[in-house]
């Protein structure tokens, strides 16, 4: 069995604060239920069953600590959520140490938020890239890094990078969560 360094993905800020919404209204139709007849009970149930079952469903995944990257002496590989939330057991992107220029945490919009996104650049780079690969990615991020990067949660770099340095000494792990500062020449 070889020696495997397997990373599980965090709660992050926008989990908790679906779940609150999720509590906020669940708890405001049981309310309402109350101060009303008793043929509305049956409704709040259902409302307040549906608004706190959607936002905990995430936490369930969490709580699962599902492994977002392994990390070993062949190289790295990232599991994708998938549309239930969970993480494949299929790796979307698997790459070997030699041909990784770098492990990169970097930042998506999507939505109305932005999410962290864990990725792994390669020395060379496909030429082609997918349709849509570039939906809501910063101009600074290439799209070879973009289309192999996983989401993750905000406050795991340290864990992703000590996980690096104990299976290579060249790990590079960058933080290009803010785009770089571009200083203009002023003659």
């Not at 492990?103 to 650049?121: A, C, D, P, S």
């Not at 690096?164 to 060249?170: D, G, L, M, V």
Request: proline share 8%; charged share 20%; hydrophobic share 45%.
């Amino acid at each position: 069995m070889p020696d495997v360094e397997q990373v599980v993905d965090r709660p992050q800020w926008c989990d908790a604060a679906r779940t609150a919404a999720g509590a906020g209204i669940a708890a405001g139709a049981v309310a309402a239920a109350a101060g009303s007849t008793s043929n509305s009970w049956p409704l709040a149930l259902i409302a307040a069953a549906a608004a706190a079952g959607w936002p905990l469903s995430r936490w369930r995944s969490i709580w699962k600590r599902q492994v977002v990257a392994e990390f070993d002496r062949g190289g790295v590989r990232l599991y994708p959520e998938t549309s239930q939330r969970n993480r494949s057991l299929t790796p979307a992107a698997e790459l070997p140490w030699t041909e990784i220029r770098g492990i990169y945490f970097w930042r998506k919009r999507t939505g109305l938020y932005w999410t962290t996104m864990l990725g792994i650049e390669p020395v060379h780079a496909d030429p082609r890239s997918p349709a849509g690969a570039r939906d809501g990615v910063p101009p600074h991020v290439p799209t070879a890094l973009a289309v192999r990067s996983v989401p993750f949660s905000a406050s795991g770099r340290a864990r992703v990078e000590a996980a690096a340095k104990r299976f290579t000494a060249r790990a590079r792990v960058v933080d290009a969560r803010k785009a770089p500062v571009q200083r203009r020449k002023v003659y």
